[in-house]
């Protein structure tokens, strides 16, 4: 969703801010501005523009023509007020003294408006957050710090607040509540940013703010406080993710660069995890005396990261015989959860700031629940919060639509599964020794599935002109379904939804008709004879079928349906993260074919920090 870049050096800011927003863009926005000291004129100067980064940028000449050393700039994802200049940030008090930029909802917004509006105060826009700027100038009498303190105990919701004054050109406010926001130590100059990818151009140096705190960036130093305002001094970090990952390196687009990484995010995921012929996992809440007592587990997540539960509890229940519930976060928080100390949680999130599964962790930590997570991005807030954190080390993802993030949760999840049946003597010695060497096989039987992306290209042209589209399957096919019709409606925008094969017949084969295009998914070998008859059954009713099943089942399934793309035969631990890179591909070329932006579908972002 929304990003926030900041900057507070020597050269000169616009060029580094556009650079930063760029580097932002994945995650969702429709509009962009910037805010850069003058000091020419002593004023602000605010710029900002519906539609592309490219349209600010061809309009500041890449930021050539905004003079200045301090500027604040950000990418708006529409929640309050549609998409528009006016709209945009960053915000600016009445006298354009103050400018704001913000990620998150300010939720007495309408409430702070009213009483300023009372007090004569005019706003311009239909954001929450100009009711912040104006709040600021409001309480301001010369000390920007004291303006923000006190704006901050009237404002409600969540926030990551970037502030710049006229009056006070050599520094910058930031300021965190349940919306992430990261600092960067440079040499001679300082930054903020909502992600890290923003920075890397610039800094490896990066501390992450806690909620409540609030930081004072100025050339040469960045001064913290915590909650009460007491001064406290942050550890930063060394991130280790290189610029090139966050970059196209020759393909078209980032998410066939990602679909592509899957072999060797997959190595660097699990290699560390498998040593001396054992799986690792030790930790504050895997341990022995915990899993002794645990009774059951539950899966909390959004999204694709909510279609790895799925999948994993086809792996979990069968391999520790402990009960496992999924659900999706924002439906776990407001539903009263059974879970206590004795339940384990674990929550999946590729980006760890999803919001409704940052609320759904600390609603589980209330109960007495040990939380485990699975998180791509280092030192997010769900991996801070969590009791203990698996990182699935697959690199930046920069594409909304999530695949390498994806297919590591999924492994890890999986290879958790496994080491938990071990401790748990629910997995025999033979059975777990031949798991964990598929495990280390797994790379490249990714890269196998990956060498027939031309073959899979082949079948984006039966699908690119449909109008709607059924991923069947039962069992780890069916939750494999629901990542592939996710995959394909994010995309291409064509209508795509998962049906348990077995419940077609309560209603959804109602809908099959000439034009529909049935994707068959066959690749769990214990229910394949069922997955030919729902072949049987859809073709009959007129639909087009794809299928995807393995190799040695090819020819069978040839026998009956229109097309098949295959994956190498695996135990069926592996069948849904192999399964699962021909339906992104598939996707990916539907999409193609439809001209449709890849990188950034619409109305979509990488990571939902709203509610
Ligand atoms: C957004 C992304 C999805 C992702 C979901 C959950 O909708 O577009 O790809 O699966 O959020 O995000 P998380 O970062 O928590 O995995």
Redesign the pocket.
């Known amino acids: 969703m929304c990003g926030i870049v900041g900057y507070i050096g020597r050269e000169q800011a616009a060029p580094i801010l556009l650079e930063g927003l760029s580097r932002l863009e994945y995650r969702?926005y429709d509009s962009a501005g910037v805010a850069v000291f003058d000091n020419e004129t002593g004023a602000l100067a605010v710029h900002k523009a519906g539609g592309r980064l490219q349209v600010l940028h061809d309009r500041l000449r890449g930021g050539a023509d905004l003079h200045g050393t301090a500027g604040i700039g950000h990418t708006r994802w529409a929640t309050h007020g549609a998409p528009s200049d006016v709209n945009s940030h960053p915000q600016v008090s009445r006298s354009g003294r103050i400018a704001v930029v913000h990620n998150g909802i300010i939720e007495n917004y309408s409430e702070l408006r009213a009483y300023l509006t009372g007090q004569g105060i005019p706003f311009r826009s239909e954001t929450d957050t100009e009711a912040a700027a104006q709040l600021i100038e409001y309480f301001y009498s010369g000390d920007l710090l004291a303006a923000v303190e006190k704006a901050l105990q009237r404002i409600q919701g969540s926030y990551a607040l970037g502030i710049l004054c006229a009056d006070c050109p050599d520094q910058i406010i930031a300021v965190r509540k349940d919306n992430p926001l990261i600092l960067g130590y440079g040499d001679g100059c300082n930054f903020i940013a909502s992600d890290v990818t923003a920075l890397l151009g610039h800094t490896r140096q990066v501390s992450y703010m806690e909620d409540g705190e609030l930081a004072v960036l100025t050339r040469d130093r960045i001064q913290c406080y915590n909650r009460q305002m007491q001064p406290i001094q942050p550890k930063p970090v060394a991130i280790d993710w290189e610029i090139d990952a966050a970059e196209k390196g020759g393909y078209e687009h980032f998410m066939l660069k990602e679909i592509m990484e899957q072999p060797e995010a997959l190595r660097r995921c699990l290699s560390p995890r498998i040593r001396n012929g054992e799986a690792v996992f030790e930790g504050a809440v895997l341990n022995q005396a915990f899993l002794e007592t645990m009774r059951r587990i539950h899966i909390v997540?959004?999204?694709?990261?909510?279609?790895v539960g799925v999948a994993g509890k086809y792996h979990l229940e069968r391999l520790t015989r402990r009960p496992v519930e999924v659900n999706l976060?924002s439906e776990f928080r407001y539903m009263d959860p059974i879970v206590d100390e004795r339940t384990l949680v674990i929550v999946?999130?590729?980006?760890?700031?999803?919001l409704?599964?940052m609320a759904a962790l600390r609603e589980a930590r209330r109960l007495g629940a040990p939380v485990l997570s699975l998180?791509?991005?280092v030192g997010s807030s769900?991996a801070r919060e969590s009791d203990q954190v698996l990182y699935t080390w697959a690199g930046p993802?920069i594409a909304?639509?999530?695949t390498k993030?994806?297919t590591t949760?999924l492994a890890l999840l999986s290879l958790l599964a496994l080491w938990m049946a071990r401790r748990l003597n629910t997995v025999s010695d033979e059975a777990y020794q031949a798991a964990l060497a598929g495990f280390q096989a797994l790379p490249e039987q990714m890269e196998a599935v990956l060498s027939r992306r031309e073959e899979i290209r082949s079948f984006a042209s039966q699908s690119s002109s449909r109008s709607s589209m059924f991923f069947i399957g039962r069992n780890l096919d069916y939750a494999l379904g629901l990542e592939g019709s996710?995959k394909m409606k994010?995309i291409s925008y064509i209508h795509a939804e998962a049906y348990a094969s077995g419940e077609l017949k309560h209603g959804s084969i109602s809908l099959i008709e000439q034009d529909t295009l049935v994707v068959a998914l066959g690749t769990y070998g214990r229910l394949f004879s069922k997955a030919v008859s729902n072949v049987v059954e859809v073709k009959a009713r007129g639909a087009g079928v794809l299928a995807l099943t393995t190799d040695s089942r090819k020819e069978e399934m040839a026998r009956i349906a229109d097309g098949v793309m295959t994956i190498p035969d695996a135990d069926d631990l592996f069948l849904p993260i192999l399964g699962a890179a021909p339906l992104q591909l598939f996707a990916y070329y539907t999409a193609l074919l439809r001209g449709c932006d890849i990188d950034k579908p619409r109305n979509?972002?990488?990571?939902?920090t709203v509610e």
């Open positions: 969702g997540a959004c999204g694709s990261s909510y279609h976060s999946i999130s590729q980006s760890g700031e999803t409704d599964t998180v791509n991005v769900i993802e909304v639509a999530t993030a994806y949760q996710l994010e979509l972002a990488k990571s939902v």
